[in-house]
């Protein structure tokens, strides 16, 4: 059986016809960076996701630079986030001189635990950078109180969640990335709303961090050859945003389907105690990023089945970041996370993408209950 972690291919022969009419049109108009077609599909995700406004640039690890570069934070300022995610949440604190502060997550959620942020907050800390991940968002509304209470700006990286909802505590339901006085995003091809290249976003309601983003993604530049501060060269092309807006319109139905695959996957697990499976909290949705089970003891035996038998799997993360070579600096990592290490030894990311059948999922889950057996 031919699987794949997530099937691109498949989903591009659905929507051919449509993603190829747009790269034409993008081609003869020959507006290759910025252009119609970007601000047409900014203004169209500035809606879905019921923010002010949208500002792409060229990519989600850019997105989360910019967001803190907007911020007019010095060197040494503390930056609170999770060490259970990509690198890039870190790697941007760090590039900016600015000092990454890991906090240990929810074992069950496998998102940063907003009951030990406030231990982790000093007179120098800033920011609060919460990592959606998977697909589900960390609990906002206390994390937006926290950050109330001890003045700091909270900046949403929303790249493997797009298109979940959040209900805060006075019932309002919100996007996840429209929340924080930042949301990031990233386009990655393999994310719940890709492109065919690098691309991605940041959102925001403030108009005054609107207009500074704006700027630091142009140069720090407003009028050509005049430049007010310093920035960067990040920009979303013409062809990205037209297939982006195609698949926009698609993204609540993809995630839709991946939100069944979970259910089938679950189904398919019930009763098998050598394994659990993702939980869903209350207040908000799962868009499935990844379908992440724990394996207890015998997760490396399961990956070197999958490997013998040509069965996808990830494991994300193998390592927190707390505990890589690049940030194995005493200053930065004073204490042990337990939690995020036991999740590092124990996770196991199944296939999952939009084109999932259910033949796939049972042959795939038959093969797990083969590895464990
Ligand atoms: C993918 C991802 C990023 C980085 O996005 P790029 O577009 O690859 O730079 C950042 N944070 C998280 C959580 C991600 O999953």
Known sequence: ??????????????????VDAAIAEVLSSTQFIGG?????????LATYLDCKYVIPCGNGTDALQIALMALDLEPGDEIITTPFTFVSTAEVIALLKLKPVF??????????????LEAAITSQTRCIIPVHLFGQPCHMSAIMAIAEKHNLFVVEDNAQAIGSKYQLNNDEKKMSGAIGHIGCTSFFPSKNLGAYGDAGALMTNNE???????????HG??????????????????IQAAILDIKLKKLDSYNKARQEAAVVYNKL????NQIITPKIQANSTHVFHQYTIRIKAKRDQVAAYFKEHNIPFGIYYPVPLHLQEAYLD?????????????ASAEVFSLPMH??????????IIDHLNKALS
């Open 208 to 218: 005054r961090l609107y207009n500074k983003i704006k700027l630091i993604c142009n």
């Open 1 to 18: 059986m031919k699987l794949h972690m997530v099937d691109l291919k498949s989903q591009y022969t659905n929507i051919k016809a449509d």
């Open 330 to 342: 005493d200053e930065v990592t004073p204490q042990k996370l337990p939690i995020s290490e036991q």
């Open 269 to 272: 697990l019930e009763g098998n």
């Open 36 to 44: 119609k077609k970007v601000s047409e599909f900014s203004d169209n």
């Open 103 to 116: 906090v240990d997550i929810n074992p069950s959620t496998f998102n940063l635990d907003e009951t030990k």
């Open 221 to 238: 530049s407003s009028v050509r050859y005049y430049h007010e501060s310093i920035g960067v060269n990040s920009r979303l092309d013409g």
């Open 354 to 363: 939009t084109e999932l059948t259910i033949e796939q999922q049972t042959y």
